[in-house]
């Protein structure tokens, strides 16, 4: 342990320690992204995940520019005034750049934007109706804001048929003060992903929570029912890594035995799918592949169903 000013600062184990991003592939996406001027939370937030993912040719596309309005403490993304801009060819530049990256499963997120009237939904959903159009095939993950809450920013999302929405609580009830913006709240983030199964009960929801700020074990456990008592179907654990001197500072590094412990708590719950480790983030490939199987797996099952007999 080491200390800069009145602060400690606790040594990262040796269990969070990950390659530099390296690789043919990584540098051909890194690349495009750059030249279409695309921007990735894969960058914007230092995800420590982004060499394992680029390199395996996936990337998590985020809308909207690089600037957020709001500024929670967790967060690497710069915070400020977009002032109401946004660029208009954006969803065409994300499906094409989808198309050169041949992917069959994708995940889209965005910075906050509550300059806009409608907090960006419309331009989210053009987003996706834009990428299905260029390829039916492909499954898309949104990771959206919370849109302060209103339903028709929720409804215009859904309605343009993403295959999973995900909204993430980030952490327990108490500890949402001091790691999020003040506009973001526990309740209301339960609300969206509450939201987003009454408007269409057979969408899969999904949510993250950080580890390592300060929760206890009663209050992941109540995370965990009130997640499962609307109904959220898929949930990802991860390791909080301070990213400045100015973010919120590590109080525990969990190990990687307490993720396991917590996958199985969660799958006893009745979760779909649990992906649990100190390095796994909410975009985490072991996710995306899990979802693109169910998903897969769904489909061919209401093909059958729908076939005649013969």
Not at 91 to 112: C, R
Not at 180 to 198: E, G, W
Request: net charge neutral; hydrophobic share 40%; aromatic share 6%.
């Amino acid at each position: 342990m080491s200390t800069t000013g009145s602060q400690k600062i606790l040594r990262k184990p040796d269990w969070l320690k990950v390659k530099a991003p390296a690789g043919e592939n990584y540098q051909r996406i890194k690349n495009m992204l750059g030249d279409l001027k695309l921007a990735t939370v894969c960058q914007e937030a230092r995800c420590p995940n982004m060499a394992e993912c680029w390199g395996g040719g996936t990337a998590t596309i985020m809308l909207m520019g690089d600037v957020c309005t709001r500024g929670c403490k967790f967060c690497h993304v710069k915070t400020g005034s977009p002032k109401g801009q946004l660029d208009p060819l954006e969803p065409e530049k994300v499906a094409h750049s989808i198309a050169q990256m041949q992917l069959e499963y994708i995940v889209i997120t965005s910075v906050d934007r509550d300059d806009l009237p409608d907090q960006g939904s419309f331009h989210f959903a053009r987003t996706i109706r834009t990428i299905k159009k260029l390829d039916q095939h492909v499954l898309i993950e949104i990771l959206t804001p919370d849109f302060r809450g209103v339903v028709e920013c929720i409804e215009t999302i859904v309605d343009a048929k993403p295959d999973v929405f995900a909204h993430n609580v980030e952490t327990v009830e108490r500890l949402q003060k001091k790691v999020r913006d003040p506009r973001a709240n526990y309740q209301q983030s339960l609300f969206v992903l509450d939201a987003v199964k009454k408007i269409n009960p057979i969408m899969h929801t999904k949510t993250s929570l950080m580890l390592g700020l300060g929760e206890t074990d009663d209050e992941i456990l109540q995370t965990l029912k009130d997640l499962r008592a609307i109904d959220c179907d898929v949930i990802t654990f991860g390791q909080y890594l301070q990213p400045t001197q100015r973010h919120l500072k590590v109080e525990e590094f969990v190990k990687p035995e307490k993720f396991q412990h917590w996958q199985k708590v969660s799958e006893d719950l009745g979760f779909l799918y649990v992906a649990s480790g100190p390095l796994v983030r909410s975009s985490y490939r072991a996710g995306e592949f899990f979802m693109k199987g169910l998903l897969q797996k769904k489909a061919a099952v209401a093909l059958e169903v729908n076939q005649p007999v013969v």
